[in-house]
């Protein structure tokens, strides 16, 4: 659970230092890139020791499933809340088949 919980901070931080910038498009490009660097130095601060928790309790194909499904649902928050986007319905097919994955990559065959 605390690998879960540092990926999910970790990923906050990266989806306001990827997307963040795209409400300040007025801004110079130079600073916006500074920001996002700077924001993304605290991803990493979480990122790093999530993937050390979790390597040895999880492979690292597992951990690389997680970190993407919590990068989704993330990144769906992030889109409605922040962005003001909607989630359209293709986007939330797309996004089941990728948890479809999941079940392939964790089931113990």
């Known amino acids: 659970m605390k690998t879960i919980l540092l990926l999910t901070v970790s990923n906050i931080f990266m989806t306001f230092a990827w997307y963040g910038h795209l409400k300040f498009r007025d801004k110079p490009l130079l600073i916006v890139i500074l920001i996002s660097w700077l924001i993304a130095f605290?991803?990493?601060?979480?990122?790093?020791?999530a993937n050390r928790i979790g390597y040895g309790v999880f492979s690292a194909v597992q951990l690389k499933t997680i970190q993407e499904v919590v990068t989704l649902l993330v990144f769906c928050g992030f889109s409605l809340w922040y962005l003001k986007e909607p989630l359209k319905w293709n986007y939330l097919a797309g996004f089941a088949l990728i948890i479809a994955a999941v079940f392939f990559i964790f089931k113990k065959w």
């Open 42 to 49: 605290f991803e990493y601060c979480f990122q790093v020791p």
